[in-house]
């Protein structure tokens, strides 16, 4: 079983910062390509950010320039720098891992951390 944990989301004013991270633990034997959603109430859940396990990202059009993901393989863990918030960034923010475990790959998601934007 593969458990991800998010952290770092609060209450933040408009204008402000926070760094999310979601820490991967479980049978993984490599990780794969990860990502940040995020889901406003009475909203669909939408792409934010996701990373190859190379490295490569792809951002939404509305968080580009102001967020930021980055991973530590060593540590299984992927991170979104959140700069410049907004109100409209008010949302509960999950991740998502495609993970290897034995021959088979998985897609699992965190619990999910709020993120409230608000003066």
């Known amino acids: 079983q593969v458990q991800l944990v998010e952290s770092g989301g609060g209450l933040v004013q408009p204008g402000g910062s926070l760094r999310l991270s979601c820490a991967a633990s479980?049978?993984?034997?490599?990780?794969?390509?990860m990502g940040w959603y995020r889901q406003a109430p009475g909203k669909q859940r939408e792409l934010v950010a996701t990373?190859?396990?190379?490295?490569?990202?792809n951002y939404a059009d509305s968080v580009k320039g102001r967020f930021t993901i980055s991973r530590d393989n060593a540590k299984n863990t992927v991170y979104l720098q959140i700069n410049s918030l907004k109100p409209e960034d008010t949302a509960a923010y999950y991740c998502?891992?495609?993970?290897?475990?034995?021959?088979?790959?998985?897609?699992?998601w965190g619990q999910g951390t709020q993120v409230t934007v608000s003066s």
């Open positions: 998502h891992a495609y993970v290897r475990v034995g021959l088979e790959i998985y897609g699992y």
């Open positions: 479980g049978s993984i034997l490599s990780m794969n390509a």
């Open positions: 990373i190859t396990s190379g490295g490569s990202t």
